[in-house]
């Protein structure tokens, strides 16, 4: 069990410019989560993926934000026509089997739009 | 008002103190009740869960769940300078799909002085 990675684990981008984000969460979770973490705040949610099936989006994930998770094993988050508002750590978790709603964290992305 | 509440602090105590972090929350939905620790650019790291009313224990960390006052604990025996980190408390309310997706506070930033 190698936990969940991400990568990058940062990005710095110029405004307008399009970036994206990859999960690969422990292997036999099939529940996959997206939060966005700003500073001094706690991780919000953004999307919730069970396998390949992407179930939930808040109302945070603008039209700009799309995240898919083929064949339910990695996920990935683009962020098109970047903000400076969409500056924050992104961060992936992962649950599954018996430990249903024990969500294990990723290290994040810390991205940067200047 | 926030569906959790966590007070920022910063909280810093003397080595070998009991530390005493403490949330409420207004959503009597929540039924999962999870305490993570989060050192300084890094992902969260899940520290305790509970489901429900009652106490757990693990090692130096004690987690309190009182539902009928809509407020949750954790206890630190014997506080170190590792403890030094952020405490988030996160909670989550079944919502479909196996969908367990959490909300956080906004965390306590704790440092544990030699």
């Known amino acids: 069990d190698t936990g969940v990675s991400q990568d990058p684990r940062h990005k710095i981008t110029k405004r307008g410019q399009n970036v994206t984000f990859r999960c690969d969460p422990i292997s036999e979770h099939n529940r996959l989560y997206w939060y966005r973490q700003t500073l001094g705040q706690g991780p919000e949610f953004l999307t919730y993926f069970q396998n390949e099936a992407q179930l939930e989006k808040s109302r945070l994930l603008s039209d700009r934000f799309s995240a898919e998770r083929p064949k339910g094993s990695f996920s990935t988050l683009e962020i098109q026509r970047t903000e400076q508002g969409d500056s924050a750590m992104y961060l992936c978790?992962?649950?599954?089997?018996?430990?249903?709603?024990?969500?294990?964290f990723g290290p994040g992305t810390r991205l940067t739009v200047t | 008002q926030k569906e959790v509440e966590q007070d920022p602090g910063p909280l810093s105590v003397p080595e070998g103190a009991i530390v005493s972090l403490n949330c409420t929350y207004s959503n009597s939905a929540f039924q999962y009740f999870m305490w993570y620790r989060q050192y300084s650019r890094k992902g969260p790291e899940l520290l305790m869960y509970?489901?429900?009313?009652g106490n757990k224990e693990d090692g130096r960390f004690t987690a309190q769940v009182d539902k009928s006052s809509k407020y949750i604990s954790l206890f630190i025996r014997d506080s170190q300078p590792s403890d030094s980190a952020t405490y988030l408390c996160?909670?989550?309310?079944?919502?479909?799909?196996?969908?367990?997706?959490?909300?956080f506070g906004k965390g306590t930033l704790l440092t544990v002085n030699p």
């Open positions: 978790a992962s649950s599954g089997g018996g430990g249903a709603y024990e969500q294990y």
């Open positions: 509970t489901y429900s009313s």
């Open positions: 996160a909670m989550s309310a079944y919502s479909g799909g196996s969908n367990y997706k959490l909300t």
